[in-house]
Nanobody, 124 residues
Framework: VQLQASGGGLVQPGGSLRLSCTVSGFNLDSYSVGWFRQAPGKEREAVSCISSTDGSTYYADSMRGRFTSSSANAKNTVYLQINSLKPEDTAVYYC??????????????????WGQGTLVTVSS
């Protein structure tokens, strides 16, 4: 299984960005995909998880409101929409996946496959 994150870039504060995670080697219909991010000098933290088995989406408490995860199973792609971007959103964003549904509490060790990350920089 391979995951490829893309869509990062330089965005001004207040802007929006949509990241994509394309999954290959496994059908997204029975797979869950999580988003994580790691800011410079900080530990990686969970953002969201979407379960393509039933469409349920879960968010880390600190990520509710400005982050929206969705999936396009026909494209085997999961998206992360980020609105009202802030400088503190600057980070490398990773997608990760595993078989089955999402855990109720999103944590790194649950996911066995990881993408390479895409850098989001929020700056004026």
């Amino acid at each position: 299984v391979q995951l490829q994150a893309s869509g990062g870039g330089l965005v001004q504060p207040g802007g929006s960005l949509r990241l994509s995670c394309t999954v290959s080697g496994f059908n997204l219909d029975s797979y869950s995909v999580g988003w994580f991010r790691q800011a410079p000098g900080k530990e990686r933290e969970a953002v969201s998880c979407i379960s393509s088995t039933d469409g349920s989406t879960y968010y880390a408490d600190s990520m509710r409101g400005r982050f929206t995860s969705s999936s396009a199973n026909a494209k085997n792609t999961v998206y992360l929409q980020i609105n009202s971007l802030k400088p503190e959103d600057t980070a490398v964003y990773y997608c990760a996946g595993d078989i089955g549904g999402c855990p109720l509490v999103i944590y790194e060790e649950y996911f066995g496959s990881w993408g390479q990350g895409t850098l989001v920089t929020v700056s004026s």
